[in-house]
């Protein structure tokens, strides 16, 4: 512990400070009329320094060097303005107004990009998600996800309900999740994924079975990360709020200040969540003789509710740091649990019961959980082509899992018995669990030249677990036993761009090292017992793009990919699960093929299509394996193949304001094991995963319907997901097999935006599920139907 | 987790037997034989019409999700199973049968649905289905489920104190019995029940019995415990023998008229790791046997302890008749460490099979299930008797060993000879009968 001690300490204090003789510059780019104009590229032309506006025509350049300099500013239907601006300390920003250009603009090599295009242009396998329409919209983060291609979500009910997401087939602990770089169980959105506020979110930036070292986590088969906005303004913020069926309010709020000349900035956020989930479904209550009748009934169990807060203060651009953050955050939920995955489904049509629960259902399960920490974030430019990232952090969190009643409920909300033993999910149950975990994600960025950089990256996370179970009085309660978990997941990375940006290629390596230890109090010998465990593997990858021309791009990358093993695989649960100290990490073979073409920039109609061939080669996956006396161990037994596609595209400014965009994606997620308990099934999709899914969507924009800084969209989203079987595909009479059915949900609603000087306003009428489809994500997990959400969103 | 552990702990007092020593001498020559090559002859044609017999077959295999069930119908003893043949019954699912019916219980629904086959096509399709949900029956307890007559069955929740008369023709429930379990709740343990019904005086026997799953505070019962029901009455009375405290899995009804118990895995657990255990003559390791109305015979009791030299050994039913039974007995104690009590049977250790007889307490050497780490399910057919027994398949590839189960009905001879029948590769048969 005093080693780990020390090495995160010295990572935190080992960077020199030198000066920095830039500022950074800010303004909007508007119209002729004064009406921001969104997507202009500006670039210092010496520099090579460039941006793109935002939405509201916001742009900010960093790192500006002192002195005159040519500044040009271009955008799509305007003419272009180049100025010679002088830079100075004091500078702040300047402000330009385009003209309506009258004839087709030349095409212009754009430099400046946002972070969102120099993701997506970059050689990594990634597809970013911005949340600049959606945060306007009514739909939470599991919904959004689920537009993207290759991405499945599947849902156990309404907002607060558990969810798998699965990226091109891999789910669980394969695919790993981070808010700004740091795992999201570090953060006030440790809920879940997709419970996290769309508000609280700029993008999300989904790497697809290749991941960068940077996230220093051992992701199988990718990662997912997001990312908070980030002010520049003097002052600045967003107030949301978000009502309607099923009594659901969603709140978010957040302001933001910069003090340009002294480079201090704060920010303060916070969000609450609370629904009653009380949404019809259908259930099948047996009378007095036993006998099943169907009714459809509303959820009265199932209520959610989250709060959090946070707040980071810093400052940025100083001469020894471009920045240094200090956070803190706290995050709390309760959830109510009406039913397992699993609720008994039946379906008898010809007993009058289609797909309806049969099983009873929990009235008083609880699961509560809070996290809390405090981050802290140095970057900073040490000496001419280094530069130096570093992520530091503190999370504790605790859950608990609440379920002592007594009572058996009916799907009504009445009691219909006592039972002489507690607990509806199962035996009784009421167990905390707390995590303490001590983090650094460390990254020493050197800039050979132009063209070539390598990257260091030092990720080490120390974690301590630990329980307690409520139910036990006395000192020897198994669930004390106290886990050590220590990662450490290092990579080196080149990057290179060669023959004039056309190729940029990335390749790295990654050595994931684990130390667990683990301590048990045993009773019979009133004795501490210890085991400890290390491992270390490499990885490996590589990502090439080529730009074949403006508009058409390849990108091809690869990575054998790590999963490691949890504390509970490895140890066991000191019960029917047995120790596998040899128990190795899950390794894939991960492989994408994307392309991408755009139409001319410079064209009226903008269209884009992209496609992804995916591949991944998934072995050692790891499988509780029971025998027939119900004693457990966990193996490494079984392997599978994840291969498949993905088309996506989009046109906008067809019929004057309309867009449409869709995706689809078809996967094959076969097992191949010739070994092991699922031989026999060799070559059988993977049970229960969807295997395809589209998406489709359009808008219709008008603008200045009423007033000058006023607009109104229509939008309407699709989502299908074709059904798929619950069990293996070979296994079973056709007619008898548990399938998830096909499902079609579509979702619709409209938009006004107004502008009152600098504050956007809008107000979002949505419904949700429109033809009230019978929608399950699970088998017999029935999820809401028609629903309809008023949102008021202000960003200034 | 926790759920997951009583749970599985609840099956093992259903299932367990492992291996006997490699080591051993082998005094018999391998008495058992490969899968039949031709099963028919436990299938013959009806003697009275002449068609050809219905079995059912119902087993289990591992998906990543967990076990799936499955049952399926064929005219002749499998010789394999077939899933792509077979009803698919999801996760949690039990497979009975009556008469020509075959019901599947569903852990999570609370439901027990009715099936017919069509004697032609071997088609299923469903007839009924009754739900106990609301009565406080669902989960793992299908198991328990009874079939007395066409009109009339039971289906039990002891430690809910309810049981539950239905017409399974009807598909209806008839009479829900209500009673007190007799143990407050355990903070440090849990009660489990085994059960045989007796058609003779149509009594049903719960025998109650309790794993310690906490250190180190007994908390169960103080004496060995059994509930015997009567269902022309339907009341429950409760007897008790001080001469053992907890009892096996298996309530064993042998040819001289008794029901046998033996000491289960709780009382050797309990003995050794915990305090405050009822010292005295229920903490030996004492064979009991009762008569049909579940009156103890004072008269008899087996010393395990010395017939075995062991602190603990299980008993198992190979075949529903015979006086003599297999008992397994680890070649190794428990360890003195809490934490390490199931290192006994971690791993697939070696284990020893002995005969044990219940009249006399001779014991005799078994090698027949060498190989073997379970044998479960003993039935008897048409006067034959059959089980399943099951062994785990090791594939060595360098450092890396991977195993999957293969499971076997198999018919017993002789006493305790196997010929294998059905085999099931990836999980365990659950039932094979026959429906006509």
């Not at chain 1, 969807?690 to 008008?702: K, T």
Request: hydrophobic letters at 35%.
């Amino acid at each position: 512990m005093r080693g780990y001690a020390i090495i995160m300490f010295m990572f935190i204090t080992s960077y020199p400070l030198l000066a920095q003789r830039t500022v950074k510059i800010e303004g909007r780019i508007m119209d002729g009329k004064g009406q921001p104009l969104p997507y202009a590229n500006v670039l210092i032309e010496s520099s090579g320094i460039g941006t793109v506006s935002e939405a509201n025509g916001y742009y900010v350049l960093e790192q500006v060097p002192l002195g005159t300099t040519r500044v040009t500013v271009t955008v799509l239907g305007f003419q272009s303005e180049t100025r010679t601006i002088t830079v100075r300390r004091n500078t702040k920003g300047f402000d330009f107004r385009l003209e309506e250009g009258t004839e087709e603009l030349e095409e212009v090599v754009v430099k400046g990009k946002s972070d969102t295009r120099k993701l997506r242009e970059s050689a990594q396998a990634v597809t970013v998600v911005t949340t600049e329409t959606v945060k306007l919209q009514t739909a939470d983060l599991g919904d959004i996800m689920a537009k993207t291609e290759g991405v499945s979500v599947q849902r156990a009910g309404g907002l607060g309900s558990g969810a798998r997401f699965a990226l091109n087939g891999l789910s669980g602990d394969q695919i790993r999740f981070f808010y700004n770089g740091i795992p999201l169980d570090y953060s006030p959105y440790a809920f879940g994924l997709a419970n996290v506020p769309v508000n609280a979110i700029e993008r999300v930036e989904v790497y697809k079975g290749v991941v960068p070292i940077q996230f220093g986590a051992d992701a199988l088969g990718g990662a997912v990360n997001l990312v908070p906005p980030q002010t520049n303004k003097k002052l600045g913020g967003s107030v949301s709020y978000q009502t309607g069926s099923f009594g659901t309010h969603r709140a978010t709020a957040n302001l933001e200040h910069y003090n340009e000349g002294s480079g201090f900035f704060a920010s303060l956020g916070g969000f609450y969540d609370y629904t009653d989930n009380n949404y019809k479904i259908d259930v099948a209550v047996p009378n007095e003789l036993g006998q099943l009748e169907q009714f459809e009934v509303e959820r009265f169990h199932d209520a959610y509710r989250a709060f959090g807060a946070n707040f980071a203060l810093g400052l940025r651009n100083k001469k020894w740091a471009k920045e240094l953050s200090f956070e803190g955050y706290y995050g709390d939920y309760d959830n109510e649990l009406q039913n397992s995955q699993a609720p008994g489904l039946i379906d008898a049509p010809q007993l009058g019961i289609n797909n309806a629960v049969a099983g009873s259902p929990f009235g008083e399960v609880v699961f509560t959980s809070f996290s809390t920490g405090a981050n802290l974030h140095y970057n900073v430019n040490p000496a001419p082509r280094w530069q130096i990232d570093l992520k530091t952090g503190y999370n504790y969190n605790e859950r608990e899992s609440f379920d002592v009643s007594n009572n058996l409920y009916n799907w009504f909300g009445e009691v219909v018995r006592v039972q002489n033993q507690p607990g509806e999910f199962g035996l009784a149950d009421n167990l905390i669990t707390k995590s303490e975990n001590v983090f650094v994600r460390q990254q020493t960025t050197f800039e050979i030249n132009e063209r070539h950089t390598l990257n260091l990256s030092l990720s080490p996370t120390l974690g301590f677990r630990t329980a307690d179970d409520l139910l036990i009085d006395g000192p020897f309660d198994p669930a004390l036993d106290e886990g050590r978990l220590f990662d450490f997941v290092s990579g080196l990375e080149y990057r290179a761009e060669l023959f004039k940006g056309k190729l940029e290629n990335v390749a790295f390596v990654k050595n994931y090292r684990q130390g667990i230890r683990i301590e048990s109090l045993d009773p019979s010998v009133d004795q501490v017992l210890v085991e400890e465990r290390s491992v270390s593997n490499f990885g490996a990858g590589n990502g090439l793009r080529y730009a074949w021309s403006e508009r058409f791009s390849t990108k091809l990358s690869y990575e054998f990919a790590y999963r490691l093993p949890r504390l509970d695989e490895i140890f066991g649960d000191g019960q029917l699960i047995q120790e596998n100290l040899e128990l190795r990490p899950e390794n894939s073979h991960n492989v994408n093929l994307q392309w991408n073409y755009v139409n001319r920039e410079t064209a009226r109609v903008q269209w884009q299509v992209q496609g992804n061939f995916f591949l991944r080669r998934i072995d050692d996956l790891i499988f509780l394996v029971v025998d027939a006396n119900d004693f457990g161990v966990f193996e490494n037994v079984w392997s599978a193949t994840s291969e498949g596609v993905e088309f996506s595209g989009r046109v906008a400014n067809i019929l004057g304001g309309l867009s449409l965009s869709g995706n689809v994606t078809y996967q094959e997620y076969r097992n191949t094991s010739d070994t092991g308990p699922f031989t026999q099934f060799r070559d059988d999709r993977i049970p229960n995963v969807p295997y395809f899914f589209a998406n489709g969507a359009a808008e219709y924009g008008f603008e200045d319907l009423f007033k000058q800084e006023d607009g109104l969209s229509l939008f309407w989203n699709l989502r299908h997901v074709g059904a798929f079987f619950v069990g293996w595909e070979s296994g079973g009479l056709q007619q008898f097999k548990a399938e998830v059915p096909d499902q079609t949900v579509h979702n619709a609603g409209i938009t006004y935006r107004m502008d009152i000087g600098k504050v956007q306003n809008s107000i979002t009428l949505e419904g949700h599920n429109l033809a009230d489809a019978k929608v399950f994500d699970f088998f017999g997990v029935q999820r809401p139907g028609r629903a309809v959400f008023v949102k008021l969103t202000t960003q200034f | 987790m926790r759920t997951i552990r009583l749970f599985g702990l609840l099956l093992i007092m259903g299932l367990f037997f492992t291996a006997c020593s490699d080591d051993d001498p082998d005094p018999d020559p391998d008495p058992i034989t490969q899968p039949d090559a031709d099963p028919d002859s436990d299938s013959d044609p009806d003697p009275d019409t002449g068609l050809p017999s219905g079995w059912l077959t119902g087993y289990r295999v591992e998906s990543p999700q967990g076990q799936l069930y499955y049952m399926e119908a064929s005219e002749n003893i499998l010789g394999e199973t077939n899933v792509s043949n077979a009803v698919e019954l999801g996760f949690g699912a039990r497979i009975l049968s009556f008469g020509e019916n075959p019901y599947t219980w569903n852990d999570e629904a609370g439901t027990l649905t009715k099936w017919s086959v069509d004697r032609t096509t071997l088609e299923f399709s469903i007839e009924g289905i009754i739900s106990f949900a609301s009565v406080g029956i669902s989960g793992n307890v299908g198991f328990g489920t009874r079939f007395v007559s066409e009109t009339k069955a039971y289906i039990p929740n002891i430690r809910e104190g309810v049981i539950v008369e239905f017409n399974p023709s009807l598909m209806e429930i008839t009479s829900v019995v209500n009673f007190d379990f007799p143990f407050p709740n355990s903070a440090n343990g849990f009660y489990f029940n085994n059960q045989i019904y007796v058609p003779e005086t149509e009594k049903f026997i719960f025998g109650i019995n309790y794993f310690p799953e906490v250190c180190c505070e007994y908390d169960g019962p103080d004496a060995y415990t059994i509930l015997v029901f009567d269902t022309a009455t339907n009341t429950v009375e409760v007897k008790q023998d001080q001469r053992l405290l907890i009892g096996e899995e298996a309530l064993i009804r042998s040819d001289d008229g008794f029901i046998y118990i033996s000491p289960g895995l709780g009382q050797a657990v309990s003995k050794k790791y915990l305090d405050n255990v009822p010292a005295g003559p229920s903490s030996e390791f004492n064979v009991l046997r009762m008569d049909l109305d579940g009156n103890f015979d004072p008269d008899y009791n087996l010393d395990l302890e010395s017939t075995l030299s062991k602190e603990f050994a299980r008993a198992f039913e190979i075949a529903p008749s015979g006086n003599v039974r297999p008992f397994i007995q680890p070649n190794s104690d428990f360890a003195d460490n809490w934490n390490d009590r199931f290192s006994i049977f971690g791993d697939f250790p070696e284990w020893s099979v002995v005969g044990v007889n219940y009249a006399t307490g001779a014991v005799e050497p078994l090698t027949v299930f060498d190989g073997f780490n379970y044998v479960t399910l003993p039935s008897n057919i048409d006067g034959v008797d059959y089980a399943v027994v099951g062994e785990v398949e090791v594939i060595v590839d360098g450092d890396t060993e991977v195993s999957r189960e293969i499971s076997y009905f198999a018919r017993v001879e002789d006493g305790f000879n196997l010929t294998l029948l059905t085999r099931n590769e990836g999980g365990t048969i659950r039932r094979v009968a026959k429906l006509w």
